[in-house]
């Protein structure tokens, strides 16, 4: 059974604001969620964590709500760089267990 | 400013033929990570190094093996490569101070092609 759940892929245009959703019903109480970036040809990148109610960062916000079955990572004014595959993680372990990812194509 | 560096990017090899990859970092992190990620999947965990502790993932090939000599260096061996091993190899750290949500860090990969 995944862990999480995640759209397959999202297109945008630059300037717009990226919202990707990630279902995790089965989260534990230790559970935290994390998102990853990644670029073609290049490993993952650290985006955000988060336990319950929001997170902040000067790239990106993380909303949980109260139940924690879901997560939502908000993009803000996206830009063709933005273009990467972005992984949620529900983790209570230093080890990652990757899920499929969900593609974002920024477009002009 | 390279944290987590991997040698070579690129790596052909041939069919059987042993092959290491290499992986160092600057950061002083305890903990060490060996990833494979083919075309199109998620990274799927080999194994990694805690300190000196190795710890291998239930359902990793016996054809690949890791050596961790000492806190800054980190090798994968794989003995002999088939054609699906063909894939990018991640190597990442992480500081291992026993926080859970620890941060980890990834290198650029080796792109491994297999003849």
């Known amino acids: 059974l995944a862990k999480t759940t995640q759209p397959i892929s999202m297109d945008s245009y630059e300037g717009q604001e990226v919202n990707i959703t990630c279902s995790h019903n089965?989260?534990?109480?230790?559970?935290?969620i994390t998102w990853y970036q990644q670029f073609p040809s290049q490993g993952p990148r650290f985006i955000i964590q988060?336990?319950?109610t929001k997170v902040t960062n000067e790239v990106a916000s993380l909303f949980i709500p109260a139940d924690r079955k879901s997560s939502t990572l908000s993009l803000p004014r996206v830009s063709l760089s933005d273009t990467a595959v972005y992984y949620c993680?529900?983790?209570?372990?230093?080890?990652?267990?990757f899920g499929a990812g969900t593609t974002v194509t920024v477009r002009a | 400013d390279a944290m987590v560096i991997q040698n070579p990017r690129y790596q052909v090899t041939q069919f059987g033929k042993p092959v290491t990859l290499s992986c160092s970092q600057t950061?002083?992190?305890?903990?060490m990570y060996w990833y494979q990620q083919k075309s199109s999947q998620a990274p799927k965990l080999l194994f990694h190094?805690?300190?000196?502790?190795?710890?291998n993932e239930a359902d990793t090939p016996d054809n690949f093996q890791s050596r961790r000599p000492n806190t800054s260096f980190c090798f994968l061996d794989i003995r002999s490569p088939g054609l699906g091993d063909a894939a990018m190899y991640l190597c990442?750290?992480?500081f291992g101070g026993g926080e859970v949500e620890e941060t980890q860090y990834f290198g650029p990969g080796t792109r491994l092609l297999v003849l």
């Open positions: 988060g336990y319950k």
């Open positions: 990442a750290t992480s």
């Open positions: 950061l002083n992190h305890n903990v």
């Open positions: 190094y805690y300190d000196k502790d190795f710890n």
């Open positions: 089965n989260i534990a109480t230790n559970d935290y």
């Open positions: 993680l529900v983790e209570n372990d230093y080890k990652l267990s």
